[in-house]
C-alpha cells in the first residue's frame, strides 16, 4: 500500500461522555485530518467495527463507547453513507441467558442504531468466508466475517485499552475480532506476543480501514482488555492509518511504539510508518495529554524489568511468566475458559484446574471471562522487580 508521508493523526481533548460534546470532538477529530467528505459518498456501506470483547455496560471501560458509535453513525449518514455496526457479539455473561444480539443491547449499541438508523449486523450470525492471506506470517487463510467483504468501507473504532498479550490493543488488534473463536484459538496457540502479533497484522492486510477513530476519552489501564480499570484520559484520536494512531496512542500512555509489536510488524510490512518522523500530530499536543500515571499490564511489567531481565533471562524465562488462576469465588462454571483454551489447558474439576506445563501464556481465558474469575499471578521473582 502506498502512504502519503507525513501521516496524520489528530489528538482532540474530550473528557465527557455527553451526546453533543462527544459529536462536536469527533467532528473536530475528522476535520483535522480532512474531513467525512473525504472518506465516505453517498451510498456507501460503511462497516463500524466496534470494539465488542464482551457483554459489559460501558462504564466498565471495556468497549468502544455507544456515543463515540453514534457520533460515527450522524456523520456517516450526513454525508449521505448508509452505517453498519458490526462485530462478533458475546455470547454469554452478566448472569443472563443471552441470545447473541443482546451483548448489543448491553453494551449500548442496539440503542444507539434504533435511534439513529444504523444497522447491526453480529458476525456470529452473518457468517464467515474462507479468504486466503498472501504473504501471511503466520496465518495463510483465515474465516472472514461476510460483512468485512461486503461492504464498501471499513471505519475501525477500537477502544484504548492495554492488552496481556499485545501490551495495548488498538485500532489494528481490532480487526482480530473478524474471525471466529475457531480461528482465533489457532492464532492464539503460539503464545509468544511476536508470533501473536504476526497473527494479527495477518489479519489486518484483510480489512485495512478507511478511518480509524480511537476512543480514549476513558481508556482501560491494568489487566486489559477486560479486566483492567477505567482511567480517565480524555482524548479522542483520528488518522486513516491504523498503524500511525496506535503509535501515536501507545506514547500518550507510556508505552515506545517498539514495545508495540503489533505496530512493529504491521510497520515492517509497510502498511503504516516506519517511525515516528513520519507522522504529523495534529491538534493537541502530544506531550501535553501523555500520561506517566497510566498502569501497565502485569506481564508488560514482568518483562520490562531491563537490568535483572538481561541478567537471569538466560537461565529460564519462567522466573518472568504471568499465569492464569481461578478464583473460584466468582467461577459460575459456565465452561467457556475450558472451551476457549486454543492449547486444552484447562478442565473444570467442578472450577478450572489449569495444566500450567500446557499453558502457553495466551490469556484468552483471562480475557473472555465475563465474570472476571480468571485472574492473573506473577511468580514470586516477576513480583519482586515490579
Not at 10 to 26: A, D, L, N, P, Q
Not at 115 to 133: D, L
Not at 150 to 163: A, G, N, Q, R
Request: glycine share 6%; net charge positive; aromatic share 8%.
Amino acid at each position: 500500500m502506498n502512504h502519503i508521508f507525513p501521516l496524520k493523526v489528530s489528538i482532540v481533548r474530550c473528557s465527557t461522555y455527553k451526546k453533543k460534546e462527544v459529536f462536536r470532538r469527533v467532528k473536530e477529530a475528522i476535520d483535522l485530518i480532512g474531513g467525512i467528505e473525504n472518506f465516505v459518498r453517498p451510498g456507501n456501506r460503511v462497516l463500524l467495527k466496534v470494539n465488542l470483547l464482551s457483554a459489559k455496560p460501558p462504564e466498565k471501560a471495556v468497549t468502544t463507547h455507544p456515543e463515540v458509535v453514534r457520533a460515527m453513525v450522524k456523520l456517516i449518514k450526513e454525508k449521505g453513507g448508509v452505517p453498519i455496526i458490526g462485530d462478533a457479539a458475546s455470547t454469554g455473561g452478566m448472569g443472563l441467558s443471552l441470545k447473541k444480539e443482546d451483548a448489543f443491547s448491553i453494551t449500548g449499541f442496539r440503542k444507539i442504531a434504533e435511534e439513529e438508523g444504523a444497522e447491526i449486523v453480529n458476525f456470529n450470525s452473518s457468517g464467515y468466508r474462507k479468504v486466503s492471506i498472501p504473504d501471511g506470517e503466520r496465518l495463510k487463510d483465515v474465516n472472514l466475517a461476510v460483512p468485512v467483504l461486503e461492504v464498501d468501507i471499513i471505519f475501525s473504532l477500537p477502544k484504548l485499552k492495554t492488552h496481556e498479550l499485545t501490551f495495548l490493543t488498538g485500532a489494528v488488534k481490532n480487526f482480530f475480532g473478524c474471525i471466529p473463536v475457531s480461528d482465533r484459538n489457532i492464532a492464539h496457540r503460539a503464545g509468544d506476543p511476536r508470533d501473536f502479533a504476526k497473527a494479527v497484522v495477518d489479519i489486518y492486510s484483510l480489512c485495512q480501514p478507511s478511518l480509524n477513530i480511537m476512543d480514549g476519552i476513558v481508556a482501560m489501564e491494568g489487566e486489559g482488555p477486560a479486566q483492567g480499570e477505567p482511567f480517565p484520559l480524555g482524548v479522542i484520536l483520528a488518522s486513516s492509518n491504523a498503524v500511525a494512531l496506535d503509535m501515536v496512542a501507545s506514547q500518550i500512555v507510556g508505552y515506545k511504539p517498539a514495545e508495540i509489536y503489533t505496530s512493529v510488524e504491521a510497520m515492517n510490512r509497510g502498511f503504516g510508518p516506519k517511525g515516528i518522523e513520519e507522522i504529523e500530530v495534529i491538534g493537541a499536543p502530544l506531550k501535553e495529554v501523555i500520561r506517566k500515571d497510566f498502569k501497565k499490564s502485569s506481564r508488560y511489567k514482568s518483562l520490562t524489568r531491563r537490568t535483572l531481565y538481561r541478567i537471569l533471562a538466560p537461565f529460564g524465562m519462567r522466573f518472568f511468566k504471568v499465569y492464569p488462576l481461578s478464583d473460584k469465588k466468582k467461577c459460575k462454571q459456565c465452561r467457556l475458559c475450558e472451551e476457549r483454551c486454543p492449547v486444552k489447558a484447562i478442565e473444570l474439576k467442578p472450577y478450572p484446574v489449569i495444566d500450567y506445563e500446557r499453558c502457553i501464556q495466551c490469556f484468552t481465558c483471562h480475557e473472555i471471562c465475563e465474570y472476571e474469575a480468571m485472574r492473573l499471578r506473577r511468580s514470586w521473582l516477576a513480583r519482586m522487580i515490579s
